[in-house]
C-alpha cells in the first residue's frame, strides 16, 4: 500500500523556523516528483513547492519564495520542507503529495497519492 506521511509541524512563533517531512512507505520515491501543499482555515489548498524527481528542479509559490526550501534524499524515501522566517499567514495544515513522473507543477489534479496532513501554526 503507497502512503505518505508528513511530520515535523507544530507551534512556532513568528520569524521562527520548522521543517517538515515526508516520508513514503509501500514504494520508493526515486520514481516520483513530489509536492507540498497547505490548506488554512476557510481556504483553498494551495501550491507550495515541488520538486523533481531527481531533485534537480523546484518551483516555489510566491509567497514562500525565498524562505522555504524543498528538498530530497532518495536514500531515506524522504522529502523536506525547510520553513523559515515563518509569518502567521502560513498557518495551516500542509500536505504532501507524490506523482510518478519526472517533473511536476504545483496544480493539485496533477498529484495521485496525498498524505494526511500535518499542522503548522505560526502565532506569538
Known amino acids: 500500500q503507497l502512503q505518505l506521511m508528513e511530520s515535523g509541524g507544530g507551534l512556532v512563533q513568528p520569524g521562527g523556523s520548522l521543517r517538515l517531512s515526508c516520508a513514503a512507505s509501500g514504494f520508493t520515491l526515486d520514481y516520483y516528483a513530489i509536492g507540498w501543499f497547505r490548506q488554512a482555515p476557510g481556504k483553498e489548498r494551495e501550491g507550495v513547492s515541488c520538486i523533481s524527481r531527481s531533485g534537480g528542479s523546484s518551483i516555489y509559490a510566491d509567497s514562500v519564495k525565498g524562505r522555504f526550501t524543498i528538498s530530497r534524499d532518495n536514500a531515506k524515501n524522504t522529502v523536506y520542507l525547510q520553513m523559515s522566517s515563518l509569518k502567521p499567514e502560513d498557518t495551516a495544515v500542509y500536505y504532501c503529495?507524490?506523482?510518478?513522473?519526472?517533473?511536476?507543477?504545483?496544480?493539485?489534479?496533477?498529484?495521485?497519492?496525498w498524505g494526511q496532513g500535518t499542522q503548522v501554526t505560526v502565532s506569538s
Open positions: 503529495a507524490a506523482v510518478r513522473t519526472v517533473v511536476a507543477g504545483l496544480g493539485q489534479n496533477e498529484y495521485d497519492y
